[in-house]
T-cell receptor
Framework: GQNIDQPTEMTATEGAIVQINCTYQTSGFNGLFWYQQHAGEAPTFLSYNVLDGLEEKGRFSSFLSRSKGYSYLLLKELQMKDSASYLCAVMDSNYQLIWGAGTKLIIKP | TAGITQAPTSQILAAGRSMTLRCTQD?????MYWYRQDLGLGLRLIHYSNTAGTTGKGEVPDGYSVSRANTDDFPLTLASAVPSQTSVYFC???????????FGPGTRLTVL
């Protein structure tokens, strides 16, 4: 079967750095996506990785290792507005997204 | 720019009744999707459409139907609602199947 695993909840301090991990087992691989979802709102696109390595976009970076079926999202200089759920999704061989349940990130002052 | 709109925002529906959730996008995206999001679970794909005139079944299609008569609209119909269809429903679109998806604001549906 297809499976995406990520921690249910994480807590971090304002101004700090946090790493949210995602491991996956899917039928084929056509890229890995990270989305941010604030409570009661729609998911919004953060990043996309299809090749191994690190993609940096401002305070957010995303890493992929296809051989290990592993990705992480790194958030630097945390702000209170970063409190949200972070969703990992893998595009399978049929170009359909398989979604993890999301990691709820709580930022404390 | 509107992007993707969904209607209604929320609805309470009696079991056995039918309902259509509306989704419209103005980005001229080819692909559109319907997901449901339940607490503790990832988004699950209900139906999708890669281009106008075509539709396909996702992971959880039973009890739902869709149509794609034109590029902009992708309505989702529940023929006879059941309590297990209580969920938040998101419509999404992408310019091609391999690119990022853009989401509508969601419809919160409660079936009693």
């Amino acid at each position: 079967g297809q499976n995406i695993d990520q921690p249910t909840e994480m807590t971090a301090t304002e101004g700090a750095i946090v790493q949210i991990n995602c491991t996956y087992q899917t039928s084929g691989f056509n890229g890995l996506f990270w989305y941010q979802q604030h409570a009661g709102e729609a998911p919004t696109f953060l990043s996309y990785n299809v090749l191994d390595g690190l993609e940096e976009k401002g305070r957010f970076s995303s890493f992929l290792s296809r051989s290990k079926g592993y990705s992480y999202l790194l958030l630097k200089e945390l702000q209170m507005k970063d409190s949200a759920s972070y969703l990992c999704a893998v595009m399978d061989s049929n170009y359909q997204l398989i979604w993890g349940a999301g990691t709820k990130l709580i930022i404390k002052p | 720019t509107a992007g993707i709109t969904q209607a209604p925002t929320s609805q309470i529906l009696a079991a056995g009744r039918s309902m259509t959730l509306r989704c419209t996008q103005d980005m001229r995206h080819n692909a559109m999707y319907w997901y449901r999001q339940d607490l503790g679970l990832g988004l699950r794909l209900i139906h999708y459409s890669n281009t106008a005139g075509t539709t396909g079944k996702g992971e959880v299609p039973d009890g739902y139907s869709v149509s794609r008569a034109n590029t902009d609209d992708f309505p989702l119909t529940l023929a006879s609602a059941v309590p297990s269809q209580t969920s938040v429903y998101f419509c999404a679109s992408s310019d091609s199947t391999e690119n990022e998806q853009f989401f509508g604001p969601g419809t919160r549906l409660t079936v009693l």
